[in-house]
């Protein structure tokens, strides 16, 4: 989910990490993931290097690396509370980030909530809302950037959205671009159930018909699944009724769409 924004004040990098998933069909990350991994890692931290923010919305590892700390040096971290609204496993990953982080960045805000400006630039972070459909996995912000009536909503990891919480702020924002991790449809039936399925789908096509959105790029949680475009064909009728364009985000980026986690066994075959 490592998203670089760039307006004319500032050059903005949101969760600048990357991971693979440890087992996926039993098997463990193909030498082709971890290459793309490395790849991607090397992108990430050209980025950063670039920027004058860097944004961390949680403490999962796939969107913060605690290991090379040194790609805040200099910058300034918006970064979710550390001590509130966060489950004990967060909590602890929080406390050994800040520790590797001491005297590095140019400043460290605590983002939840609040809102940021650089010039004619707003950065807006939502409260904390559930990372899923409960707090077993913690909470996580959302981050909006706007500038000159241009405007990009990032949800993070809200896997869907399946909550009310997590559609206030996109509502409340009505951003053209919307970066959205989408429904966790690859556990559907064991870790996401079909009613939120049912929940995200109404609420993606709220998003389209009551915000002035243009584009989604639906990613993440939603793109571990091969089956992907059949999971949520009312979504893609809704979008194409209203002119929204519903993209992955190698499409957004005019790339192939290359789907390594999913297709680990093929890999391996």
């Not at 159930?193 to 993440?220: C, M, P």
């Amino acid at each position: 989910m490592a998203t670089f924004v760039e307006t004319g004040d500032v050059a903005v990098l949101i969760d600048p990490g990357v991971s693979l998933a440890p087992s996926r069909y039993g098997l463990s990350p193909h030498p082709v993931e971890w290459q793309r991994l490395n790849e991607c890692w090397a992108d990430i931290k050209a980025h950063a290097a670039r920027s004058d923010v860097l944004i961390v919305t949680h403490y999962h590892y796939d969107h913060h690396d605690p290991a090379e700390p040194e790609v805040y040096t200099g910058k300034l971290l918006y970064l979710k509370h550390p001590k509130e609204k966060i489950n004990r496993s967060q909590a602890g990953r929080a406390a050994y980030f800040l520790e590797q982080l001491a005297g590095l960045p140019r400043a460290i805000e605590v983002a939840d909530g609040r809102e940021f400006l650089h010039g004619a630039t707003a950065i807006r972070f939502s409260p904390p809302v559930y990372h899923g459909t409960n707090a077993h996995l913690g909470y996580v912000v959302e981050v909006s950037i706007a500038c000159g009536g241009e405007k990009v909503v990032f949800t993070s990891d809200v896997e869907g959205p399946s909550v009310p919480e997590q559609v206030a702020f996109i509502l409340q924002e009505t951003p053209e671009l919307l970066i959205l991790d989408g429904p966790m449809t690859y556990m559907l039936g064991y870790r996401y159930s079909q009613t939120n399925l049912e929940l995200a789908v109404g609420n993606i096509n709220r998003i389209i018909t009551e915000t002035t959105v243009k584009t989604i790029v639906l990613e993440h949680h939603f793109m571990r699944d091969l089956k992907y475009r059949e999971r949520i064909p009312a979504v893609y009728d809704c979008a194409a009724a209203h002119d929204v364009k519903v993209l992955t985000a190698a499409e957004y980026l005019g790339r192939e769409v290359d789907m390594l986690e999913a297709r680990r066994k093929e890999l391996f075959q």
